[in-house]
């Protein structure tokens, strides 16, 4: 590619580095988001509601490179629409995966003005991820249990029958793995979060 502006391909935000070696990141994750609003959907973010998926929930990905094996993405899923600190906001939970592996899971929200994005995003949580991990091993053991090995592509994120379930307080929004429980949370000091309409 001759510049750095992503290729954007529905249902996924698809970003190829001009170096194979060169990672994405959760910053260009996020720029990725904005801008298919801003480039694609003309500055409307309800756009990201109506992109059409398969799955339970919206995918949004950026990639490093065509070959997963070499890659290293940043997978987000739709969960939610939310009222976030009286502003419609979007909930997503979002993931870097290196090699077909899940490394990190944040939550982030996101919350659009006329003239930018305002993003919260979680703070690390190795416990979280672990657990989460742990449950895809094991998973992929009951599978395959002749197998010593657990190939990398069993770690990936997110998985075909992942669900998560989501919790609004006041202060507070938590996401849970239902399957595995882990979790995670975003504080909001001031903030006041209701379903929208849908």
């Known amino acids: 590619m001759t510049n750095n502006k992503p290729l954007v391909l529905l249902p996924l935000l698809l970003l190829l580095s001009p170096g194979c070696s060169t990672p994405v990141t959760l910053d260009s994750w996020q720029k990725s988001v904005e801008d298919y609003i801003w ?18 929930y919206k995918q949004f990905s950026v990639f490093s490179h065509k070959n997963p094996n070499e890659s290293t993405d940043a997978v987000g899923l739709l969960l939610a629409h939310r009222q976030i600190n009286a502003r419609p906001g979007f909930i997503f939970l979002l993931a870097l995966v ?44 009951k599978t395959d249990p002749d197998r010593p090995d657990i190939p990398p592509s069993a770690l990936a994120f997110p998985g075909e029958d992942d669900l998560f379930d989501i919790a609004i307080s006041p202060a ?5 793995h239902r399957q595995s429980r882990a979790q995670w949370a975003i504080s909001l000091p001031a903030a006041t979060a209701a379903p929208l309409n849908e």
């Open 39 to 56: 480039q694609e959907a003309n500055g409307d973010p309800n756009s990201l509601r109506n992109i059409p998926s398969a799955y339970p």
């Open 98 to 141: 290196n090699n077909r592996s899940v490394q990190d899971i944040r939550l982030a929200a996101m919350t659009p003005d006329p003239a930018q994005f305002l993003w919260t995003l979680s703070p690390p949580n190795p416990q979280s991820l672990q657990t989460y991990r742990l449950y895809k091993q094991n998973l992929w053991r």
């Open 172 to 176: 507070r929004i938590t996401v849970t």
